[in-house]
């Protein structure tokens, strides 16, 4: 199983950014995917959450009306639509991909991780 996540780079405040993630080796739609993120020095920490069917999302609070998780079952493919970013938002972003809909938060939930895709916001 391989997770590739993209679409990282250096970005300016107020910047967008869309993060891309396509599995390999798993059956796409029976995972619900996430995504998180480990700033230099911090613990990673969950950033978005999204159910097999794409019905339910969920978001860190820091994240919460500026970035959108969102998912397409036919492309087998998971993105992270960051908007207005800021300077703490300045990390490696991983996505993760999880067959529990409980404890979406947790890292312990997600059974595979991909190699993690790295955004830089300057102010």
């Known amino acids: 199983v391989q997770l590739q996540a993209s679409g990282g780079g250096s970005v300016q405040a107020g910047g967008s950014l869309r993060l891309s993630c396509a599995p390999s080796?798993?059956?796409?739609?029976?995972?619900?995917m996430g995504w998180f993120r480990q700033a230099p020095g911090k613990e990673r920490e969950f950033v978005a959450y999204?159910?097999?069917?794409?019905?339910?999302?969920y978001y860190a609070d820091v994240v919460k009306s500026r970035f959108t998780i969102s998912r397409d079952n036919y492309d087998q493919a998971v993105y992270l639509e960051m908007n207005r970013l800021k300077p703490e938002d300045t990390a490696v972003y991983y996505c993760?991909?999880?067959?529990?809909?409980?404890?979406?938060?947790?890292?312990?939930?997600?059974?595979?991780w991909g190699q993690g895709t790295l955004v830089t916001v300057s102010s």
């Open positions: 993760a991909a999880t067959s529990a809909s409980t404890r979406w938060h947790l890292e312990g939930t997600y059974k595979y």
């Open positions: 999204i159910s097999r069917g794409g019905t339910n999302t």
């Open positions: 080796g798993l059956s796409f739609n029976a995972y619900a």
